[in-house]
């Protein structure tokens, strides 16, 4: 009777675990789409708001001891590094000579490159309430923070 009682609540965490990664997922997406959306939006206007991706020199592995996730130390890098970089091997003034006004001259000059991508960003987080037999059992929190980003060109008002 006990391995009944036993094999019965192992079947019951296996089916809400199941559904509850099912909805999960589904906010998920959900979530990544809404944010595509808003960074779709952005990316069609005609005014620039461009946003600057952070410049990342290291990264510390975190709990997960998985590199690149959310839980991992980043450690900010130096925009010199880049402009310096791309600056050293294209030679920037030559290339100009050139070809006036393009990009790599106009990257290697600028103190601030990040906004000459283009890039545009949207990001959405959602908090998703757990089913009572995972919190109570599996998990020990009452809900989960799940977070989308998404990052586009800028097609400077193309349609």
Request: charged residues 20%; glycine residues 8%; negative net charge.
């Amino acid at each position: 009777m006990v391995e009944f009682a036993v094999a019965l609540v192992c079947i019951l965490v296996l089916v809400a675990g199941i559904i509850q990664i099912s909805v999960l997922g589904f906010k998920q997406s959900k979530l990544m789409s809404e944010a595509r959306r808003e960074a779709g939006q952005k990316a069609m206007l005609e005014a620039s708001s461009f946003s600057g991706p952070q410049f990342i020199s290291a990264c510390t592995v975190g709990a997960d001891e998985i590199a690149y996730s959310l839980d991992d130390g980043k450690t900010a890098g130096d925009v010199s590094e880049l402009t310096v970089g791309v600056g050293s091997h294209a030679k920037p003034d030559d290339l100009n000579d050139l070809c006036p006004d393009n990009p790599v001259s106009t990257l290697a000059g600028s103190s601030f490159p990040q906004f000459l991508f283009g890039l545009v960003e949207s990001e959405k987080t959602e908090r998703v309430e757990l089913i009572p037999i995972i919190r109570e059992l599996v998990y020990g929190k009452d809900e989960v923070e799940l977070k989308g980003s998404v990052w586009m060109t800028w097609t400077k008002g193309l349609y």
